[in-house]
């Protein structure tokens, strides 16, 4: 009988394996069209201070696709990592974003937005001559180079931290700055706050959902906006949801909240319409 139970379990592990691996197969096929055809978009969700002002932004890639319909970032990020066509969508990204920056001047110079962010995926970081490449699209599009930040995850700096540190340094020098993004949920440990040259980190949404009651969670972040500040980072939080989880966030410091309370991912012209509208 366990036998039987186990053979079943093996059956459909199998079965979700194959309806993966078919998903993922028709994923990177409409990909390699969706990049050729441009039917990726951008979408940008305003980070605000703790007095609700608008400070930053971050771009989120969307796809809608003929047959597979909207598919999420979580869903096709992976596949475009491991076919390497994350390459030339990372460099579509970061294009479309220094297009809207160069159009968008007057945001930066009149201190509405200090920056927008974008995310760099590890086998985008780990191309050869990535720094030439993020230099000359910047210089393309002539814009100050702080008003572009880069979002990297904990994996990233993980695979080869010295390696990691020099190309973080080599962009550091042209002013353009790193952020942590995810912060907390990967395996590494705090030490990697103090080792990189970072900017600032960004407090994963796993440790804000529903801060004001979980006595652990409040520990956790409040560990690292102490070592954050020690090591003289700037701490922004993703996910808050709620007036409780915002309340708690109101005196602790943090220079960016990011969250479905305040704005969700704004498409394009939505996103330079609210900005625009800020005295
Ligand atoms: P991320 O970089 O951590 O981006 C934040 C994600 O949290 C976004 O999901 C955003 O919509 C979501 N979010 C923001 N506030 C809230 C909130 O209050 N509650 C909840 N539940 N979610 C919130 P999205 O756009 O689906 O992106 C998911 C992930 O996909 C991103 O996580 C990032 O890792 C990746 N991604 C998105 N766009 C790009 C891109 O252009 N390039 C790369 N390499 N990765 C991207
Ligand atoms: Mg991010
Ligand atoms: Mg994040
Ligand atoms: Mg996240």
Same mark, same amino acid.
């Given at each position: 009988k366990i036998k039987h139970t186990s053979r079943n379990g093996y059956m459909f592990y199998r079965q979700e394996l194959q309806v993966m691996s078919a998903f993922r197969s028709s994923v990177e096929q409409r990909l390699h069209i969706a990049l050729r055809e441009q039917l990726f978009s951008l979408y940008f969700q305003p980070l605000v201070d703790v007095d609700g002002k608008v400070v930053a932004a971050e771009a989120l890639i969307r796809w809608h696709d003929e047959t597979l319909g909207w598919v999420g970032p979580q869903d096709f990020i992976p596949v475009a990592e491991e076919s390497g066509l994350i390459v030339d969508i990372g460099l579509w990204v970061l294009r479309h974003t220094c297009e809207l920056i160069a159009q968008n001047r007057d945001w930066f110079d009149r201190g509405k937005l200090r920056y927008i962010s974008v995310n760099i995926s590890p086998r985008q970081f780990s191309q050869a001559h990535f720094v030439e490449q993020i230099l000359a699209v910047i210089d393309e599009y002539n814009? $100050?180079? +702080?008003y572009l930040l880069l979002e990297i995850t904990e994996g990233v700096a993980m695979e080869n931290i010295t390696t990691a540190i020099s190309i973080m340094n080599a962009l550091a020098a042209h002013n353009l700055h790193f952020m942590l993004d995810d912060? @907390? +949920?990967?395996? $590494? $440990?705090?030490s990697y706050l103090h080792k990189l040259p970072l900017k600032s980190v960004k407090i994963d949404r796993s440790f804000v959902a529903k801060i004001d009651q979980s006595a652990d969670n409040q520990v956790i972040v409040e560990a690292i906006i102490y070592i954050s500040r020690h090591f003289s980072l700037e701490c922004v939080v993703e996910g808050v949801e709620t007036l409780e989880e915002r309340a708690y966030f $109101?005196?602790? @410091?943090?220079?960016a909240i990011q969250g479905f309370h305040f704005f969700? &991912?704004? &498409?394009e012209s939505a996103f330079v319409a609210l900005i625009n509208a800020i005295h």
């Open positions: 814009i $100050s180079h +702080s912060f @907390g +949920s990967g395996y $590494s $440990s705090l $109101s005196d602790k @410091g943090v220079a969700k &991912p704004q &498409p």
